[in-house]
Structures are given as structure tokens and as C-alpha cells.
Nanobody, 121 residues
Framework: QVQLVESGGGLVQAGGSLRLSCAASGRIFGNYAMGWFRRAPGKERDFVARITWTGSSTYYAASVKGRFTIAKDNAKNTVYLQMNSLKPEDTAVYYC??????????????WGQGTQVTVSS
């Protein structure tokens, strides 16, 4: 398994920006994807974005597309989530995830501890 440590959360005003980082340790295989989920208070955990470890194919939730950008640095084993034009509804605990991905599913078998993002109106 891969160990994941998130950083970069915080408090920001609506319209502002934050960048989350997820540093991975352990072996990341070529068929892996890494990405982000979030859980808002009282809600289910939702998918946010992912990127494949080779090829850099990206996929976003409709709610963040055009505002969030996921990127990676293979040399640093780190994935980033640049969040722009933040809205109060983006307030959540953000979790980094990693695992093998196929055409039909992404098996997230490693999770970070989460980092809080709070957007004030």
C-alpha cells in the first residue's frame, strides 16, 4: 500500500484560491491513479478529481470542472489540487486517495487523513 499525507488546507474567502498537496510514500505502480475526494458536513464523501500516474489523464466532478486543476510531480511522488474561484459549498474535508484504475473502476485502496478546507462567504 501507499501512504498518503495531505497538506495545504485552510480558511479562505469565497472567490479565493488554495492548493492542496498529497505526498505519497511507497511504491506507486504504473496502473495507479491518484486523486481527491471530499466530505462536507452531514454529507456523503464525493469524488472531486483524479489523475493517472502514467499518461496524466485527468477527470473531474462536474461541480469543480473549470475551477479546480489536478496535477502531479512524479519525481516528488506528489499530487496537487489547485482550487480557484472557491465557493462556500466547497467547504469540506478533502481526502487524497490512490489505487489501481481500470477502464471500469478506480480501486482506492490507500487514503490520507484529510485536510480541512473552509470557504467563508
Amino acid at each position: 500500500q501507499v501512504q498518503l499525507v495531505e497538506s495545504g488546507g485552510g480558511l479562505v474567502q469565497a472567490g479565493g484560491s488554495l492548493r492542496l498537496s498529497c505526498a505519497a510514500s511507497g511504491r506507486i505502480f504504473g496502473n495507479y491513479a491518484m486523486g481527491w475526494f471530499r466530505r462536507a458536513p452531514g454529507k456523503e464523501r464525493d469524488f472531486v478529481a483524479r489523475i493517472t500516474w502514467t499518461g496524466s489523464s485527468t477527470y473531474y466532478a462536474a461541480s469543480v470542472k473549470g475551477r479546480f486543476t489536478i496535477a502531479k510531480d512524479n519525481a516528488k511522488n506528489t499530487v496537487y489540487l489547485q482550487m480557484n474561484s472557491l465557493k462556500p459549498e466547497d467547504t469540506a474535508v478533502y481526502y487524497c486517495a490512490a489505487g489501481p484504475i481500470t477502464v471500469t473502476e478506480w480501486n482506492c485502496n490507500s487514503w490520507g487523513q484529510g485536510t480541512q478546507v473552509t470557504v467563508s462567504s
